[in-house]
Nanobody, 123 residues
Framework: QVNLVESGGGLVQAGGSLRVSCAAS????????TGWFRQAPGKEREFVAG????????AYGDSVKGRFTISRDNAKKMVYLQMNSLKPEDTAVYYC????????????????WGQGTQVTVSS
């Protein structure tokens, strides 16, 4: 069992930056890839970024490439999403999720989810 808790969401102006964090707890976090997803009202859950357990492999959704950076600190059981050059269309609830093995972009592949943190970007 892996428990995930997101934090760091909030309100930011367009062009600004924000970092959201995901804290993992539970029996073990070893070997788990972690993904960040987001969901805006009336829209499907969208893959934002993913990182392998080692941190050696990352993936990004097309809409955030070059603006967002995912990273992790396994000693602290933390995963981060640094978001720069934010746009109003980035407004959504951001979720972190974990799964054994490699990163996948499909949310159905992930076994554990956090409760989400709201990110709002004003224009």
């Amino acid at each position: 069992q892996v428990n995930l808790v997101e934090s760091g969401g909030g309100l930011v102006q367009a062009g600004g930056s924000l970092r959201v964090s995901c804290a993992a707890s539970g029996r073990t976090f070893s070997g788990y890839a972690t993904g960040w997803f987001r969901q805006a009202p009336g829209k499907e859950r969208e893959f934002v970024a993913g990182i392998s357990w080692s941190g050696g492999s990352t993936a990004y959704g097309d809409s955030v490439k070059g603006r967002f950076t995912i990273s992790r600190d396994n000693a602290k059981k933390m995963v981060y999403l640094q978001m720069n050059s934010l746009k109003p269309e980035d407004t959504a609830v951001y979720y972190c999720a974990a799964k054994i093995g490699p990163v996948w972009t499909q949310p159905g592949r992930y076994d554990y989810w956090g409760q989400g943190t709201q990110v709002t970007v004003s224009s």
